[in-house]
């Protein structure tokens, strides 16, 4: 079984720019959730979907947003990139209920704003 | 305040020693969920163990072992017998409603990073 995959693994922006960034969940996971982990912060939560909705949001600017497609794969982007927003974007996916079991992550898109 | 606190930023020990993670959280929730997470330096978060509130029961698997403790809101980790394969960082965390609804959100501690020397 295919683990969760995201793309790019890594990518170089500049301050201004917008980015997307794509996680592909396990098949049948209908629940993908999207973290930013840096030295400073460590691992914050950034936002969870469920059959293409919302559920919930962490407390990030609306510069970052997400949705999430019919076949449960997911998208997040950052517009108007900061020096701050260099990262890496953790995904993870799990088969129903929302963040009360395991979760499957994601290797992570590592995201250098120059 | 942190809702999860991991105190030890760094531990290092020496390969066969037995070495406890230790791991603080705070919540107003009555159904809530533990995790310890493992994380490699290839990046991926890897599950270690879930713990929901009203399983206190404590929990052995190989060399790693769950010590959960209401009282003192604390899920801590030991391992036993490290090994260099250990060497990773571990994060514990909590998921919690919050408003006491269905949407939970999940809040990591800073982790501690484990270094098992040969």
């Known amino acids: 079984k295919a683990g969760v995959t995201q793309t790019p693994r890594y990518l170089i922006k500049t301050r201004g720019q917008q980015v997307t960034l794509s996680c592909s969940p396990i098949s049948g996971h209908r629940s993908v959730s999207w973290y930013q982990q840096t030295p400073g912060q460590g691992l914050q939560f950034l936002f969870e979907?469920?059959?293409?909705?919302?559920?919930n949001k962490g407390n990030f600017p609306g510069r970052f947003s997400g949705r999430q497609f019919s076949n449960s794969r997911s998208e997040m982007n950052v517009s108007t990139l900061e020096l701050g927003d260099s990262a890496l974007y953790l995904c993870a996916s799990s088969p129903g209920q929302p963040i009360t079991g395991e979760l499957f992550f994601g290797e992570g898109s590592r995201l250098t704003v120059l | 305040a942190q809702k999860v606190t991991q105190a030890q930023t760094e531990i290092s020990v020496v390969e066969k020693e037995d070495v406890t993670l230790d791991c603080v959280y705070e919540?107003?929730?009555?159904?809530?969920?533990l995790f310890w997470y493992k994380q490699p330096p290839s990046g991926e978060l890897v599950f270690l163990i879930r713990r929901n509130s009203f399983d206190e029961q404590n929990e052995i698997s190989g060399r790693y072992s769950w010590n959960f403790q209401k009282s003192t809101s604390s899920f801590n980790f030991t391992i036993t017998a490290s090994q260099v394969v250990d060497s990773a960082v571990y994060f514990c965390?909590?998921?919690?409603?919050?408003?006491?609804?269905?949407?939970?959100?999940?809040?990591f501690g800073k982790g501690t990073l484990l270094t098992v020397n040969p």
């Open positions: 919540t107003r929730d009555t159904t809530y969920y």
């Open positions: 965390a909590l998921s919690e409603s919050e408003s006491g609804g269905s949407n939970y959100k999940l809040t």
């Open positions: 979907y469920f059959s293409e909705t919302q559920r």
